[in-house]
């Protein structure tokens, strides 16, 4: 094994984490932006920024998978004298005497010092803003007077991430920018500039001439003269504006400059690399104007300070939209007025140093919805910050933006979203609802599913079609998570599309049930569920039989159209959703016949008698008896597939997997190779399929036994050796890897739960523990690769080259199901239509510890004293008094809860 060496650390104080060393194993991210704007940004301030749609608007260029790698990003360059350097190391690799980067909520700081100079940038995106704000503070902490130049750098993307990578002929051709830099008294439409505008002379480079604009072409210069209110110096990107676009970027600086650059080629040398820009070499920008090509943006200042003296500059990098018929303010010259507003809102230290502090509360609000106190740091601050912030990080981006999805692959997951917000309904709700509608708006009629939409136009993603038979049991997972968080049951009532047609509307509860009935519609020859295109792993392709590498395995279905392989997943999934739609049809039927006794009782002490409404009471009574029918339907279906799973579904040892197109056994001890699966023993076993059987507990010893490795739970053991052709994508990567044998984080979760309903809390926690970045941080920084302050997809499993190697950080379902596991059934925390269950599943070893939840508009401390004892709470005390069962009931204010286990 090689050395583990530490790269940063955890500064729970300020919730952040510190990196020491910028050359972490591997870029270690962090997200800014909270609604709209968002970027992304490594630890050496690589990364792009983009509005709303990684594909759609993206606003920087990022090159995947360069050389070096996470080349491109947010760069400010210092020169002093012949020495250049980054305060984040990259790109210029200068050694520093001092880096530091810090990742926060929402924001990131990061440190160099350099010769007696610290250059010190907080990035962060306000809230409500469009824009990344780079707070550059430079300090001398020398002796000496210090001349510095500094040079910003940004490189724009023309809006489309995908065509940007690819349509070249047509790209370099249409850049265009926009200059503003009133104390140059610069100000020029594209066309204005002709010819270049003279570069100042290095020879002299203490005092910079200001470039004369181009005069020779007078008539075109048409642009008004700036806004005296935003003095600093805007470069703007208007490519395509002429045409369809309506938006535009800008990077400002709130200070005067003595020169800028927009055309990269210029800048930085067609053979040069970033760590070498032509002009910060010498010392001596362009005043290059971009026509075509690459458009960049950047700003040249000169700066002295005294000794100990320090100065701040307010980068912004933004971006508007305008109305059609407000696109310009003379011809081919863009309507600034929103972007001076912007600008204005943020060109000081102070208003700066406000919308700072504004986040910072905004995050101290959301953390304090669920906060823990165990005396364990390494899962205190998991549950208290890195968990919570990757569900928001999760529930914005879905699989779209990371350091491994490129943005331009997918939108966001049906399946993926709904689990998303399962982890992020406690800290908005009223984000998470609409999530629900915009997401049940992309179903179709017969129940089935657009697999993704794209998030700028919510539009299915006809590439991709549907037909993955697990996603519509998603929709009840994620609307029944909601209702039990707010009890907004107003919701069922919201008329969501098809499609999103409009004229196609029905209530957003008809989407859940014909969810359902989707699944009972699609049973195969053992009444299990047709699997499809894929259920939850979309690598286990039953009906692709591809031999062509140039089909996809997620769309093609060669020989069937999916009429015979089954699901065992997607048969507990079903039987969990379905006992959850059961409880919510009961729930409902008693939500409406308590509507039609308030009726009565109210019209009667308003009329003094009772006649009146009649009708009404009648139409609430047979709701609620609609209700309760439609419960018994739903609970015979559940038990028939209870049924299905007992008799066709169990192997002996563990839950089967599937049944491929032949009805072959999948998962089976009979299996040459991958004789049993993660997935279904997850599902089953939190489905307690077979738990008076004993089937529970030997399937969770099965997953010990089989699946369990030092670093986690594997996919599949053995792992596939060739690729099978019947099964598809899975068998198609090498063993260890992704789903072939992978630990695919999201689905550990899944079995610790089944441990948790089990009562096996020693055996819960140890799984959990495993996969738990703050203890792997510990230990594997070198060999994790990957930020070890989030979770990530998947970890090399036991058959792998490099068993313990992460990969696919950030993005993942494990965000949500890690929150949900240890929230509600290790901490024990549960949400319920009337109030919280408490019902903890705990390691022996588990000493007191006091939760402190935020619930509707009543705020709960709960101490629980578990007294050795793995599960099963004795008495709950609630303000003093003792009560039976384990909900606390619902009521606002503020509460005390003591629980005895
Ligand atoms: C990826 C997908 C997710 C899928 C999983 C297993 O994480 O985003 O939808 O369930 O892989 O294949
Ligand atoms: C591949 C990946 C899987 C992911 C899918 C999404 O199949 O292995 O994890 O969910 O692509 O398209």
């Given at each position: 094994m090689?050395q583990q060496?530490?790269y ?6 300020h ?9 972490t194993p ?17 630890n050496?301030a690589?990364?792009?920024s ?15 998978n360069?050389?070096?790698m996470?080349n491109?990003?947010r ?7 012949d020495t250049?350097?980054n305060?984040?190391?990259k790109?210029?690799?200068t050694?520093?005497?001092?880096y530091e ?16 100079v610290?250059?010190s940038?907080?990035?962060f995106?306000?809230?409500g803003?469009?824009a990344?704000?780079?707070?550059l503070?430079?300090?001398n902490q020398s002796?000496?007077v210090?001349t510095?130049k ?8 023309l809006?489309?991430a995908?065509?940007?990578?690819e ?10 920018v ?6 140059l008294?610069?100000s020029?439409?594209?066309?204005s500039?002709k010819?270049e505008a003279?570069?100042?002379?290095v020879?002299?480079?203490?005092k ?5 604009p ?11 003269t ?10 703007y ?15 400002h600086v709130?200070?005067?400059?003595q020169?800028?650059?927009t055309n990269?080629?210029t ?12 002009a910060v ?6 005043n290059?104007?971009?026509h ?7 700003h040249y200042?000169?700066?002295t300070?005294?000794?100990?003296e320090s100065?701040?500059f307010?980068?912004l990098?933004?971006y508007?939209?305008?109305e059609?018929?407000?696109k310009?303010s003379a011809?081919?010259?863009i309507?600034k007025?929103k972007?001076?507003a912007l600008i204005?809102s943020?060109?000081?230290t102070?208003?700066v140093d406000k919308a700072?502090a504004?986040?910072?509360q905004y995050w101290d609000?959301l953390?304090?919805?669920?906060k ?11 549950v208290n910050i890195?968990n919570?912030?990757q ?7 879905s ?5 491994f999805?490129?943005?331009?692959g997918r ?10 917000l399962v ?9 998470a ?9 992309t179903?179709?009629p ?12 919510k539009?299915g993603?006809?590439?991709i079609?549907?037909g993955f038979?697990d996603d519509p049991c998603w929709?009840?997972f994620?609307?029944?998570?909601y209702?039990?968080?707010t ?11 098809f499609?999103n047609?409009?004229g196609?509307?029905?209530t ?5 049930k014909i969810?359902?009935d989707h699944?009972i ?5 053992h009444?299990?569920p ?5 259920d939850?792993?979309?690598?286990l392709?039953?009906?692709c039989f591809?031999?062509?590498p140039n089909?996809?395995?997620?769309t ?16 507990g999934?079903?039987?969990v959703?379905?006992?959850?739609y059961?409880?919510?049809c009961?729930?409902l039927a008693?939500r409406t016949?308590?509507?039609e006794?308030?009726?009565e009782?109210?019209d009667y002490?308003?009329d003094?008698?009772?006649?009146t ?7 609430f009574s ?13 609970q015979?279906?559940?038990?028939a597939m209870?049924?299905a ?5 169990w192997?002996?040892?563990w ?10 056994k ?10 049993i699966?993660?997935e279904?023993q997850?599902w ?7 738990a008076?059987?004993g089937?529970?507990?030997?399937s969770l010893d ?14 599949n053991?053995p ?28 689905n550990n979760?899944?079995?610790i ?5 089990a009562?096996r809390?020693n ?12 203890y792997v941080e510990?230990?594997y920084?070198?060999l994790h690769k ?11 499993g ?8 992460g ?5 993942t379902?494990t965000?949500?199901w890690?929150w949900l596991?240890?929230s509600?059934?290790?901490l024990?925390?549960?949400p319920?239509y009337?109030g919280?269950r408490?019902d ?8 007191d510890?006091t939760?402190?939840r935020?619930f509707r ?12 004892a793995?599960?099963g ?6 303000d ?6 384990t ?6 204010g503020e509460?005390?809860?003591e629980?005895t286990?």
């Open positions: 090689e060496k530490r940063g650390h955890f500064d729970d104080q919730r952040e984490y510190v990196i020491t060393d910028p050359k591997w870029p270690w991210i962090n997200y800014l932006g909270n609604e709209d704007f968002f970027s992304l940004i490594s050496t690589g990364g792009y983009f509005y709303k749609d990684a594909k759609f608007r993206r606003i920087t260029r990022y090159r995947y360069n050389i070096p996470d491109g990003g760069y400010f360059y210092i020169k002093e004298g250049v350097w305060p984040g190391w790109p210029c690799k050694p520093l005497d001092f980067c810090r990742h926060g909520m929402g924001y990131t700081r990061i440190t160099g010092r350099k010769n007696g610290e250059a940038v907080l990035f995106v306000p809230l803003k469009w990344e704000v780079q707070k503070t430079l300090t002796s000496d210090k510095l500094l040079f910003s750098f940004e490189e724009w993307c809006w489309n995908a065509t940007d990578m349509n070249f002929q047509r790209n370099f051709s249409t850049g265009e926009e200059v503003e830099v009133p104390n008294a610069i020029t439409s594209n066309n500039s010819i003279p570069t100042p002379d020879s002299n480079s203490s910079i001439e200001a470039p004369t181009d005069v020779s072409n007078s008539s075109k210069i048409e642009a008004p700036p806004d005296v209110s935003t003095s600093g110096a805007t470069i990107h208007k490519t395509e504006y002429r045409e369809r676009r309506n938006h535009y970027a800008f990077y709130n200070a005067e400059i020169g800028y650059d990269r080629e800048f930085v040398g067609l053979y040069n690399e970033l760590s070498e820009p032509e070499l010498e010392g001596r920008p362009r290059s104007h971009a075509g090509w690459s458009p960049i943006a950047s200042i000169e700066v300070l005294q000794p100990g100065k701040d307010v980068f990098l933004g508007i939209e305008n059609q018929d407000e310009f011809p081919q010259v309507n007025q972007a001076y204005e943020l060109n000081t102070e208003k700072f504004e986040l910072n609000k953390l304090n919805i669920y823990v106190k165990t005396g364990n740091d390494k899962l205190d601050r998991m890195w919570q912030y569900c928001m990080v999760t529930f914005n981006f699989r779209s933006a990371s350091f999805e490129s943005g331009i939108g966001m997951g049906f399946r993926d979203s709904n689990q998303d982890g992020f309904v406690h800290q908005i709700p009223s984000r609802r609409q999530r629900i509608i915009d997401i049940a708006s179903q179709f017969d129940g089935g599913c657009y697999h993704q939409y794209q998030p700028l136009t539009r993603n006809n590439d079609g549907g038979n929709l009840i994620g609307t029944v998570a209702l039990k968080e009890g907004d049951f107003s919701i069922l009532d919201e008329m969501v599309p499609d047609q409009p196609s509307e029905v957003l509860f008809e989407h859940l969810s359902m699944v519609k699609n049973l195969g020859p009444m299990l047709l699997i499809g295109r894929a939850w792993n979309d690598c392709n039953l009906n591809s031999w062509d089909e996809s395995f997620q093609t279905e060669n020989v069937s159209e999916g009429t015979k392989a089954e699901s065992l997943m997607i048969a999934l079903f039987v959703t379905g006992k959850e059961v409880a919510l009961k729930e008693k016949e308590n509507l006794l308030k009726t009782r109210c002490s308003q003094g008698e009772q006649s409404t009649g009708n009404h009471t009648s139409q047979t709701l609620s008896s609609q209700f309760s029918a439609e419960a018994a339907r739903m015979q279906a559940v038990d209870i049924e799973v007992k008799k066709h579904g192997d002996g040892e839950y089967l997997r599937a049944y491929d197109f032949y009805g072959r999948i998962g089976s001890n009979e299996c040459d190779e991958a004789k699966f993660i279904s997850g089953c076993t939190m489905a307690e399929i077979g008076e059987d089937m529970v507990a030997k099965s997953c010990k036994k089989y699946l369990e490795c030092e670093h986690g739970m594997v996919l053991n792992a596939f050796t060739k690729y099978i052709y019947e099964y598809g994508e899975i068998s198609s990567y090498p063993e260890g890897y992704k789903e072939n044998a992978g630990i695919f984080c999201h979760p899944w079995v739960i089944g441990e948790c309903l009562g809390g055996d819960a926690w140890a799984h959990y523990a495993k996969i738990l970045p703050s510990e230990k920084q070198t990957v930020e070890p302050y989030v979770n990530c997809q998947m970890v090399a036991k058959d792998a080259f490099k068993p313990g190697e990969k696919n950080s950030w993005l379902g965000a949500a890690m596991t240890v509600q059934h290790i024990g925390i549960k319920e009337d919280l408490i903890p599943c705990l390691p022996s070893t588990a000493g510890y939760v402190q935020k508009d009543a705020q709960y401390t709960i101490t629980i004293h578990p007294n050795g793995q599960k709470v004795k008495q709950i005390v609630l003093g008094s003792a009560i039976d069962g909900v606390i009931p619902y009521s606002p509460h005390t809860v629980v286990m």
